[in-house]
């Protein structure tokens, strides 16, 4: 198995640690991490008339990073396409931009949020930093182990 590199490492542990810590202050309560995802999931499934259609999207996109955080970058790492490789780059730069829509569009300020979502956003941006790196780092070993494979001269 291969070892990740060390941005995708720190990568896991800061979602790791944001799951535990203040992600956000509600109603003057601290809510963590894994309360904060589940009332993401539950808003997903929310029949409240009063909120507008768009925040159930909004949840069920942040849910799902989450999810491919969780369940796919390890995937990614340790499978070690580099195509797979690339495209879940580019998918955790996205869901890093998309994330932040919890402070610039939501109803929730730069006041109410606490380390724990800082750490949670950041870590897609450094997931992303990660893999674009491992994605440089395929490459090479694709190259070199193919060189491997040529038969050698002989003059």
């Known amino acids: ?29 601290q809510v ?8 993401t999931l539950g808003a997903v499934f929310s029949k409240d008339a009063s909120s507008p259609w768009y925040v159930s999207v909004l949840a069920a ?17 340790f499978r070690g396409w580099r195509s797979l490789c690339r495209k879940a780059t ?12 919890w402070w610039i569009i939501g109803d929730l300020s730069w006041s109410d949020l606490r380390i724990g979502y800082f ?3 950041t870590s897609f941006a450094v997931l992303a930093l990660g893999l674009f ?11 070199h182990s193919q060189a491997d494979l040529l ?3 002989t003059s």
């Open 32 to 39: 963590r991490g894994w309360e904060a995802f589940w009332a």
């Open 133 to 143: 790196s491992l994605a440089k780092q395929s490459n090479a070993v694709l190259i």
């Open 61 to 77: 996109v942040t849910t799902l990073t989450t999810l491919l955080f969780i369940l796919g970058s390890p995937w990614v790492v």
């Open 90 to 101: 580019w998918i955790a730069a996205a869901a890093f931009v998309f994330n932040a829509h």
């Open 151 to 153: 038969p050698e001269r």
């Open 1 to 29: 198995m291969r070892r990740p590199p060390l941005a995708i490492s720190l990568a896991w542990l800061m979602h790791a640690a944001a799951w535990f810590l203040p992600a956000a202050e509600v109603f003057g309560f």
């Open 119 to 121: 750490l949670w956003w």
